[in-house]
């Protein structure tokens, strides 16, 4: 699980937004969450743990399984070509 910061458009990412997104290097990126961070300056302890323990179950998910949950609607995948 990664905590990236993303700059708004001439303001910097102080003033941008800040995404959850479960990882694993050359396989897998899950982007879950996106927040402004005018709304929200950051998560908190027990948000970041579950996201952690999301990502243990995410990132362990057959293609098969992920294929399922692509097909019921519960996963969306974004491709390089849209």
Known sequence: MI?????RSGEGRSKGYRTIILFRRGEKAFF????SKSR???IDQDEEQRF???A???LKLSEKHLEHLLDR???VEIT???
Do not use: H, S
Request: hydrophobic residues 35%; aromatic residues 16%; proline residues 4%.
């Open 3 to 7: 905590k990236q910061r993303i700059a």
């Open 32 to 35: 879950v969450y996106g927040f």
């Open 40 to 42: 929200r300056a950051n």
């Open 52 to 54: 952690k323990d999301m």
């Open 56 to 58: 243990k179950y995410v």
């Open 73 to 75: 609607g519960d996963f």
């Open 80 to 82: 390089p070509n849209g």
